[in-house]
């Protein structure tokens, strides 16, 4: 190992591990992936079959038929998550600014002020902001 | 005058912030704390934390130490994949590692839940692909959705954060000290522990302690992997709110959590201090 070697001379056994490992690797990240792309084509699928046994669109024909409010609450989704990001982009400009360029007194308090926030998720406070914490808590 | 006219207009530049967090962050956090402390009555007692012991005294314990063990799996894996990528000799092979890694990093935590619930159980694909493979039997599959589940969960979604971070901080580091101990024969391994990590430990504890406190907010992962008993505070929490309408026991939750990220901030903060600026 302590020879440095060209990558082109690096050994058969040392490359196989390392694809080996990376083959692992991408098992993890995209299998649970894979596995919910399946299902949402999957038509029937039971114990023991390893693959789905029939496919087609019945789920999807279920979320987005006229009586379910899928596309209702995906639209809320974006509508809100866009407004967030304007609103807080709105809010927080002004005050990097300010941060940054301003002659600003007690600075370093306002920055502690927002450097707090980040460190307790709105989740905790429970009473009131339950409604504001953000949907992938 | 000049001066006093620049000042004032800095504060009104910064007022609407200040005024979204008073409401928004200040006003609930203090409510949530003095009612954590409020009995029934309206009275100050400690009702409310001696009940939250006796009830979920397990679920605190236990959802110490899953933050714990993820976040430790965390660190080991981001400096890995870290290391491997600033180390890596085969060019092609960083490039896929370095590809690879970044997924989970823009699924939500409520997705995450909703893949692993369905790879990790008995007959998911996970136990599937083993048992194809011929690794284990069908009859030896075991579903992974308690603990384990919550872990794999939060290591999954959470690793690509840290090494994102730590292999920024990694590519950055002098490259000069690393050819140096390569010149004097020290291994890849050995310089990844010995020289490298030494140097990016104040990026991976703001990683760490980012995603400790995010693990520990998490409401989703649990409750869709493993609401039994023992199960997480955040499921407990929910669970007086929604089912008991009990906010005092809930709040006491809230405030043991509270306590356990303030310990950590604590670290975090001194970090900051030590590095002579605020924390990043």
Redesign the interface.
């Given at each position: 190992m302590s020879l440095r070697l060209h990558p082109l001379f690096m050994s058969w056994s040392q490359r196989l591990l390392t694809a080996l490992l990376l083959g692992v690797l991408a098992f993890a990240i995209f299998g649970p992936i894979a596995n919910m792309l399946l299902w949402a084509v999957t038509e029937v699928w039971y114990f023991p079959h390893k693959l789905p046994l029939e496919y087609g669109f019945s789920f999807w024909e279920r979320v987005f038929r006229p009586q379910g409010n899928a596309m209702e609450s995906l639209l809320n989704s974006i509508l809100i998550a866009l407004l967030t990001v304007l609103a807080s982009l709105a809010v927080s400009i002004p005050a990097g600014y300010a941060l940054g360029k301003g002659r600003l007194p007690w600075r370093s308090l306002f920055l502690l002020l927002f450097c707090c926030r980040r460190r307790f998720q709105p989740w905790r406070c429970t009473p009131i902001s339950r409604g504001f914490s953000t949907a992938s808590d | 005058m000049q001066?006093t006219k620049?000042?004032l207009?800095?504060?009104l530049?910064?007022l609407?912030?200040?005024a979204?967090?008073a409401c928004?962050?200040l006003?609930?956090?203090g409510?949530?704390l003095i009612?954590a402390f409020e009995g029934e009555a309206g009275d100050w007692t400690l009702e409310n934390f001696t009940k939250a012991y006796e009830l979920y005294s397990r679920d605190i314990l236990f959802t110490v130490l899953i933050i714990a063990l993820a976040t430790a799996l965390i660190a080991v894996l981001s400096i890995a994949i870290g290391g491997y990528i600033t180390l890596?000799?085969?060019?092609t092979?960083v490039a896929?590692?370095r590809w690879?890694?970044r997924?989970?990093l823009f699924?939500?935590?409520?997705?995450?839940g909703?893949?692993?619930r369905?790879?990790l159980a008995k007959?998911?694909?996970?136990n599937?692909?083993f048992?194809?493979l011929g690794w284990l039997e069908?009859l030896q599959t075991t579903s992974l959705l308690d603990w384990r589940g919550i872990v794999i969960t939060f290591v999954?979604k959470q690793t690509p954060f840290v090494t994102l971070l730590v292999a920024g901080a990694m590519a950055s580091l002098d490259r000069a000290t690393i050819e140096s101990a390569?010149n004097l024969?020290?291994?890849?391994l050995r310089i990844l522990l010995e020289i490298i990590t030494p140097q990016i430990v104040p990026t991976l504890l703001v990683g760490l302690i980012?995603s400790y406190?995010?693990m520990?907010?998490?409401?989703?992962v649990p409750l869709m992997i493993n609401a039994q008993t023992p199960t997480m505070m955040?499921v407990d929490?929910a669970w007086r709110?929604n089912a008991y309408g009990d906010?005092g026991v809930?709040?006491a939750l809230?405030f043991i959590?509270?306590g356990l990220?303030c310990a950590i901030?604590w670290i975090?903060l001194r970090q900051g201090i030590q590095q002579g600026g605020?924390?990043r």
């Open positions: - | 001066l620049d000042r207009q800095a504060l530049l910064i609407p912030a200040i979204m967090i928004l962050f006003y609930p956090l409510f949530s009612s890596g000799e085969h060019p092979l896929i590692l690879l890694y997924w989970p699924i939500p935590f409520v997705v995450a909703q893949l692993m369905t790879f007959n998911g694909m996970m599937n692909t048992v194809s069908p999954w390569r024969g020290a291994g890849r980012l406190v995010v520990l907010s998490v409401l989703s955040t929490m709110i906010y809930a709040n809230g959590s509270y990220t901030a975090y605020a924390p």
